[in-house]
């Protein structure tokens, strides 16, 4: 139908039709980009899963491939599950995911490519002696066990893998070692477990260096000063804890403990999940994928016959008082800017609302430079709002006016803005520092009945007295909206489904509804070009 193709994104990943689920086994191998996906080859929702598979040389366009394994061994008959790839010395890839055995319990498997010479490593083997790993014991339960990382090598030479888990009712990350990748135990203490909560899908584990952007490999040997990060998907969202990981000990320990998870800090503050990342030795840099569903009904998604896409892959590093997460779209997503147009030296007063033409409104990529004239108004912060952001974003949306702020951008508005989303955001004034609050407000999106709607939303620091200017990075892409808050200091990415995109027909607008007067000193955007995405070949 008409809706279906106008809501399919064109650069974010998706293959050209059914359900598609958590990123898997992403890797870089002899000049290819390899992305597996949850796939479910019958249908537009969850099941039947198996490992979908595409290459690229960019990252951006894409050859969508067979399915790189099926169901079709007792370890796996109910379901290829979430895995990871390991590049073994010798440049050997290997990959550990869970399958749904024939009792229904979550066990691991290993396969190897058939024959390294493909270059794009098109069949997959599964190992004879699969499952690897089972697990019994008391306090287990083994139909929570899943979702095995990338290895790392210890000082002892021998390979770790960590596995999501759920012991004794609270989230784990098990500890595995193993010498050559195929027979593995584990290790009496978990890589970290915490009982703020339950089951940890996904774990990701990997190492960085505070303020430097340069990534790191995690089987190679670590620097001196690197912090490692344990990100683990449960509550619908990706969240991590940035710690050392204890050589001593063997374990993964956090620098702060959060007793209350919805402390934790997230990856994204929107709808994405699963998220795993890998480290780019092309570029050097740690790129991180992670999933986005959509927010519309079961029956929208059997009609459009298709459903989920992947985030744009981002580079992620950490900040330089390692204290968050950075991450920025990768360059190469740059390739597909087309029309450009640029304002310089705009003055938004208290209520403007300056319309952005001339460029596809539908399909863009946005760059505003937000400047404060003075951050004398700024309204008092209130901790108790860091445990509920979205919340703060539905009771001071873009219509109540602040001292600073709300500011930012009305997008996909149809013409008599009876559906538009807004990203903005307002600025706070804390003991020592400032709170920048981003907000992602989907509850104007759209007429249609029966989407999923929510404000998204999350705070940052940011040192206002060093520098003024906010800058806001926004993706639209159709039915997918990206963005990047504080030069990547906070993220958010959403799904709409304007009836005025049906049409062709949206808007877009810079705003400023603070009684303070923002200066837009630099505004740039780019009609985006289709990627190849969507294409079936070889
Ligand atoms: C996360 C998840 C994983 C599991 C996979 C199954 O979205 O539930 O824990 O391996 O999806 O498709």
């Avoid at 001196?224 to 000990?249: N, P, T």
Wanted: proline share 5%; with cysteine.
């Amino acid at each position: 139908s008409i809706a279906s193709e106008r809501y399919r994104t064109a650069y974010h990943f998706q293959p050209p039709k059914n359900w598609i689920n958590d990123p898997n086994g992403p890797m870089y191998y002899n000049g290819i980009y390899h992305s597996f996906y949850q796939y479910n080859p019958h249908g537009s929702l969850w099941g039947d899963i198996v490992w979908g598979h595409a290459v690229s040389t960019d990252l951006v366009n894409w050859i969508i491939l067979e399915p790189a394994i099926e169901r079709d061994t007792p370890a796996d008959i109910n379901g290829c599950w979430t895995g990871s790839a390991t590049i073994l010395p010798g440049g050997q890839p290997i990959v550990i995911y869970t399958g749904g055995d024939a009792e229904n319990h979550q066990v691991q498997n290993i396969m190897l490519p058939k024959n390294r010479s493909d270059p794009y490593l098109r069949e997959w083997t599964k190992v004879g002696n699969n499952p690897v790993l089972q697990l019994v014991g008391p306090g287990f339960n083994s139909s929570q066990f899943r979702d095995p990382t990338t290895g790392w090598i210890g000082p002892d030479g021998l390979w770790r893998i960590a596995i999501g888990a759920e012991v004794n009712g609270y989230g784990a990350a098990l500890l595995y070692k193993s010498e050559d990748f195929l027979n593995w135990t584990r290790v009496d203490h978990p890589l970290y477990s915490s009982n703020a909560s339950a089951m940890w899908e996904c774990p990701d584990f990997f190492a960085v260096l505070p303020g430097n952007n340069g990534g790191l490999d995690l089987s190679a040997a670590i620097p001196e000063g690197a912090k490692h990060v344990l990100k683990v998907s449960l509550d619908q969202c990706d969240k991590y804890m940035i710690g050392v990981y204890d050589l001593k000990r063997d374990a993964f320990s956090p620098d702060t403990v959060l007793d209350d998870r919805r402390l934790w800090l997230k990856i994204d503050y929107g709808n994405y999940y699963a998220s795993k990342s890998f480290f780019d030795s092309k570029n050097s840099r740690r790129v991180i994928w992670g999933w986005t569903n959509e927010s519309d009904s079961s029956s929208d998604d059997v009609a459009k016959g298709w459903a989920g896409i992947y985030a744009i892959p981002r580079a992620i590093w950490l900040d330089s008082d390692a204290k968050q997460l950075l991450q920025w779209p990768v360059d190469e997503i740059e390739s597909l800017r087309g029309n450009e147009i640029n304002h310089q030296g705009l003055e938004l007063n208290k209520g403007d609302l300056f319309e952005i033409k001339g460029i596809d409104s539908t399909q863009a990529d946005v760059e505003i430079d937000f400047e404060l004239t003075s951050i004398d108004d700024a309204d008092p912060f209130e901790p108790s709002w860091l445990l509920d952001a979205e919340k703060h974003c539905r009771e001071a949306d873009a219509s109540i006016r602040g001292g600073i702020g709300p500011f930012g951008l009305v997008i996909l508005a149809s013409d008599n803005m009876e559906e538009h989303t807004v990203v903005h955001f307002r600025v706070y004034k804390s003991q020592q520092k400032y709170m920048i609050l981003m907000c992602s407000d989907l509850r104007r999106s759209s007429l249609r009945p029966e989407l999923y709607t929510p404000a998204y939303g999350g705070f940052f620091e940011f040192d206002l007295e060093k520098e003024r200017k906010i800058s806001l990075r926004t993706l639209i892409d159709r039915s997918a909206v990206e963005s990047f808050g504080g030069g990547g200091r906070l993220y958010i990415i959403a799904r709409v489904y304007p009836v005025a995109l049906v049409d062709e027909r949206t808007h877009m607008y810079a705003f400023n509804n603070g009684s303070t007067t923002v200066k837009v000193p630099q505004l740039k955007a780019w009609s985006m070009m289709t990627a190849q995405v969507n294409v079936k070949k070889g």
